[in-house]
């Protein structure tokens, strides 16, 4: 998802004897959500640029030239969709939301009893129990 707002665009063109190089640097703000909790996210993203455009398209990852014009928006949409997060985390160790009744878990403490919770507590169990379990020889 890239926000509207602002692209920032700096490409340079250069010509082949079989198309045009264009390379540079493309910025943009976006604004997404936290895959987990759903909180909204924003941040910038910069990616470099090298594409190739051609007038008769042999290389199949070459833009057309289309009326001796260089369609960009296309390749600026394309490779801004690589650059920008995905499935981004507000934090990386974000709790999410619990599972049972929608609490953001990392403002409230909802008190269900969250299966991966009971799984965690289960380990920490047998480890105490290992822990306390008298040594004989
Ligand atoms: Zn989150
Ligand atoms: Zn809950």
């Avoid at 895959?35 to 042999?58: D, F, N």
């Amino acid at each position: 998802m890239v926000a509207n707002s602002q692209v920032e665009i700096g490409l340079t063109l250069e010509a082949l004897t079989d198309g045009i190089v264009v390379h540079g640097r493309l910025c943009a703000d976006w604004v997404s959500e936290c895959r987990r909790c759903l909180r909204q996210l924003s941040g910038r993203s910069e990616t470099e640029v090298q594409e190739l455009y051609q007038a008769v398209v042999i290389d199949p990852d070459a833009y057309p030239i289309v009326g001796e014009q260089l369609d960009l928006l296309e390749m600026v949409r394309e490779n801004l969709l690589l650059a920008v997060p995905v499935a981004p985390l507000c934090t990386v160790d974000c709790p999410g939301l619990c599972s049972q009744c929608g609490a953001d878990l990392q403002t409230t403490k909802c008190g269900c009893s969250n299966k991966i919770a009971d799984e965690r507590w289960a380990a920490l169990d047998l480890l105490k129990i290992d822990e306390s379990r008298p040594t004989t020889e």
